[in-house]
């Protein structure tokens, strides 16, 4: 059995650090990625959310310590708190490189698990951020990505009104990126905003 061990920025849902080994240990894997996005120098220290296994131990719970790191976790008998790696996890699944029968060996998972987050940070179309990549939205290019499609449908809708019985899709922007359970609340101020956008369009 091999263990996968990933962090995924939550705003961006892109994979900042992943490691796969054959024994439980993740300690080296969030200093290393600490220092890749530069943890140290940010006046406001992100959230660590995690499940309640790998998370709690104590080395883990050092390391967190030491780099300013606040450790956050899933709710008892909750299963949709951690809902967007959990939704990562079946895109992994479900692609048409990963192993029916699993994997010959660490090698070969480590292998297929560098290819998976190329593939998914790089090149991944992800629905929940309007169709940008993962490493397009963490670089902040999505705006400007985004902005450039608006224009796009707008001439289109201009050129062919016939065509469009409402308003253009909403290529704004998302915002605000929340786990539950305060999630429900900054979604829904985030749709108001969305709606008053799309009407000034």
Not at 19 to 37: F, G, M, Q, Y
Not at 41 to 69: C, F, I, Q, S, Y
Not at 139 to 155: K, M, P, V
Not at 167 to 177: D, E, K, L, Q, Y
Request: glycine share 6%; net charge positive.
């Amino acid at each position: 059995m091999f263990y996968l061990y990933l962090i995924m920025d939550l705003y961006s849902r892109m994979i900042v650090g992943w490691e796969i080994h054959a024994s439980d240990d993740a300690v080296h894997l969030l200093k290393r990625t600490a220092l890749a996005e530069g943890i140290h120098a940010m006046p406001e220290k992100p959230v660590l959310h995690g499940d309640n296994g790998t998370l709690k131990a104590t080395t883990v719970l050092a390391m967190l310590h030491w780099l300013g790191v606040k450790p956050s976790y899933s709710r008892p008998r909750v299963s949709d708190d951690n809902a967007f790696v959990e939704s990562l996890f079946k895109t992994a699944k479900y692609r048409p490189e990963f192993p029916a029968r699993g994997f010959a060996d660490l090698e070969a998972a480590r292998s297929w698990g560098h290819d998976f987050v190329r593939w998914y940070n790089g090149e991944h179309r992800h629905s929940g951020i309007r169709y940008v990549t993962p490493a397009q939205r963490h670089a902040g290019e999505d705006i400007a990505i985004l902005a450039a499609r608006h224009q796009t449908y707008l001439q289109a809708r201009e050129a062919n009104p016939a065509r469009w019985s409402g308003n253009t899709r909403n290529w704004s922007p998302i915002g605000a990126v929340t786990l539950n359970p305060e999630r429900d609340v900054v979604i829904r101020e985030q749709l108001q905003a969305e709606n008053k956008t799309r009407l000034a369009a």
